[in-house]
Structures are given as C-alpha cells and as structure tokens.
C-alpha cells in the first residue's frame, strides 16, 4: 500500500502561485511515477504533471507548461508541484497520485479516470483562484 497526503491548497488571484505537496509512504515499488491530477466541478478528471521517481523526468499537461514545475525530494519522499501564474480554469481539486511507468508512460496521471485502478491518490486539496 502506499499513502499519499496532499498539502498547500488555497484561495490566490488570478496570477498568484502555490505550492503543493505530496508526502508519500508505504510499498516503494508502487510508485515509479507520481504525479498530480485534477478535477473541477462538472468537469472530467485531468492529468497535470507527472514525474518518474528513478531519474525526475518531468510531463505536463500543454495547458500547464511554462506555469507548473513538478519536482521531487527523494530523501523525503514528498512531490512537489509549483504553481505560477494561475488562471480561474485551474480551479480545481488537486490530488497526488503514485504508480507504475508502463511503456514509458506514468499511468495514473495519463489515465486519471482509471487512477484507483493503476494505482493510489490522495483525499486531495482544493486550489481557487479567483479574478
């Protein structure tokens, strides 16, 4: 098993920055990937960033790229994702989520709607942004 508990949610205006957090633990080998996803209301789950845990390759959503930074701390197994400049369209809850690279691909994050199945989320945090 493997437990993730997400940190850093708020409320920022538009063009403010946040940081989420994502402490990790539990079953190593579950989490060759972590990575966040999203859902806002109404809307279908979204994945946002992604990070394989052996080397920090990094992927984003386009919506995302040049605003968010995904990184990691190893040593304390935490996730990071940076958020800059953030839009009302990133209203959303935000959750960590770990499991396998196949093929190269970080499935909970290119799969989200599937991520109970591949793998482990967390009970997430809410990000607002308001204009």
């Known amino acids: 098993q493997v437990q993730l508990v997400e940190h850093g949610g708020g409320s920022v205006q538009v063009g403010g920055s946040l940081r989420l957090s994502c402490v990790a633990s539990?079953?190593?080998?579950?989490?060759?990937?972590m990575g966040w996803i999203r859902q806002a209301p109404g809307k279908e789950r979204e994945g946002v960033a992604a990070?394989?845990?052996?080397?920090?390759?990094?992927y984003y959503v386009d919506s995302v790229k040049g605003r968010f930074t995904i990184s990691q701390d190893n040593a304390k197994n935490i996730v990071y994702l940076q958020m800059n400049s953030l839009k009302p369209e990133d209203t959303a809850m935000y959750y960590c989520?770990?499991?396998?690279?196949?093929?190269?691909?970080?499935?909970?994050?290119?799969?989200?709607?599937?991520?109970?199945?591949?793998?482990?989320w967390g009970q997430g945090t809410q990000v607002n942004v308001s204009s």
């Open positions: 990070i394989h845990t052996s080397d920090g390759t990094a």
């Open positions: 989520a770990a499991g396998p690279v196949r093929q190269g691909i970080c499935t909970v994050v290119a799969f989200p709607k599937d991520v109970a199945d591949l793998g482990y």
């Open positions: 539990g079953y190593t080998n579950g989490r060759s990937c």
